[in-house]
């Protein structure tokens, strides 16, 4: 319990609130500063270990994209779309303005 006192002090977690612009109350500081510490002490646990020969990863699963393949196939016919549609003018979807005139 010492030595995660040694590692941030109170005085650490106000001068980091102040530069974030947190306000905290005292005891706040008291609850961040021992968090800290924990948080601290699992980040030097982690650095202490054996990690030659481990190659670094962003994910700890491999990531693989499955495509497709890219086939021209028969799109959708114009005029079942339009019918379907609530408003349609000249061939295209009819919409309500968004600048301009209201609805």
Do not use: Y
């Not at 530069?19 to 982690?46: N, Q």
């Not at 609530?86 to 968004?98: C, L, T």
Request: proline content about 11%.
């Amino acid at each position: 319990m010492s030595d995660r006192r040694e590692r941030i002090t109170r005085a650490e977690v106000e001068h980091v609130a102040r530069l974030a612009r947190l306000a905290l109350t005292p005891d706040e500081v008291d609850a961040l500063t021992a968090e800290l510490a924990t948080i601290l002490d699992h980040a030097a646990s982690v650095s202490a270990l054996d990690t030659d020969g481990v190659p670094p990863t962003a994910h700890p699963l491999p990531l693989v994209n499955v495509f497709r393949p890219d086939e021209p196939r028969p799109g959708l016919d114009r005029a079942e779309v339009l019918a379907a549609a609530p408003a349609a003018e000249d061939g295209r979807f009819r919409v309500p303005r968004v600048l301009g005139e209201a609805p």
